[in-house]
């Protein structure tokens, strides 16, 4: 299925943050990371793409509205991390993601329900936090528990807010190589907003940069993630290089203090 805004408008009352927001067509299977500086509107595209913030205009996927659909089929379309991690319940990690699944996929029988809980811990390498409260964990943890109640839902499209804000290296890797798995194995869009423009350049196939003034520009990482970009955008003097294994990374330099973006 893929991903189509038209003329999207979406904002806060008295304060719309993007004005007719249109994109290209992003394809199934396609890892867009979001970017774009502090109070750009990141979070605010992807609530109104999860439908928790009212937009105009046309969001479509798979040629279908988004806002036609009922709230059951949206949450069985949609799979939403906000940027806010989980909150320390007293219930265990298996709980909460069993909930999320039952809540969103009523058309799974229970077993189905457990095989895909138990190969959302296993994807994610979570299985010893099954039984742990999330009381009892800590804010990565409970972070991968957030993940494990979206990326059970098995949902066409994905939106994570920055979902690696409360992990080490080790575990940024594990999230990523499983919403990967989403897309390359499921055909899922996942777009996962950042600040890592590392990791855009990295594992991402698209990225979307949102720049102050409501621009927007969506393409391969290393057309769009210019030196010229960096300084419009972020106001930053910056370098795009490559690494001993020929990946391309950022090296951001000095700020720009003439072009400093507010926040
Ligand atoms: N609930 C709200 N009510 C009113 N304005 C809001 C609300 N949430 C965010 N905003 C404003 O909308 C704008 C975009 O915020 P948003 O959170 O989408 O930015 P962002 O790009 O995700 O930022 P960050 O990188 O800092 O997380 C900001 O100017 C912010 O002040």
């Known amino acids: 299925m893929s991903l189509k805004l038209t003329n999207v408008t979406a904002g806060y009352r008295r304060h719309p943050v993007y004005r007719d927001l249109s994109l290209p067509a992003i394809a199934p299977g396609s890892l867009v990371a979001v970017v774009g500086p502090n109070a750009v509107g990141k ?17 479509a996927l798979g040629g279908q509205e988004l806002d036609c659909q009922s709230p059951g089929d949206r ?32 058309d799974w029988n229970r077993r189905e329900t457990e095989r895909a809980i138990e190969a959302v811990f296993d994807t994610l390498g979570i299985r010893e936090l099954a039984l742990k409260r999330l009381s009892e964990m ?12 979206v990326l059970v839902r098995q949902t066409p499209l994905l939106l994570l807010d920055e979902p690696t804000s409360a992990l080490d290296l080790h575990w940024q890797l594990n999230v990523l190589n499983a919403v990967r798995a989403a897309t390359t194995d499921d055909r899922a869009i996942a777009l996962v907003a950042s600040h890592d423009l590392n990791l855009a350049l990295r594992f991402c196939d698209q990225v979307l940069v949102l720049s102050p003034g409501g621009r927007a520009e969506l393409g391969a990482p290393e057309r769009v993630l210019t030196p010229g970009l960096l300084a419009a955008t972020y106001g930053i003097e910056a370098r795009i290089e490559r690494c001993s294994r020929g990946h391309p990374i950022v ?7 003439a072009a400093r973006p507010s926040v």
């Open 43 to 59: 979070s605010t595209l992807l609530k109104s793409l999860a439908g928790v913030l009212p937009a105009r205009g046309s969001i």
């Open 251 to 257: 090296l951001a330099d000095n700020p720009l203090s």
């Open 75 to 106: 949450v069985r379309q949609i799979g939403y991390l906000p940027q806010p991690l989980p909150q320390a319940i007293p219930l265990v990690a298996y709980e909460t993601v069993f909930s999320a699944c039952r809540s969103a996929r009523s």
């Open 138 to 149: 800590s804010g990565g943890q409970r972070q991968m528990v957030g993940l494990a109640q």
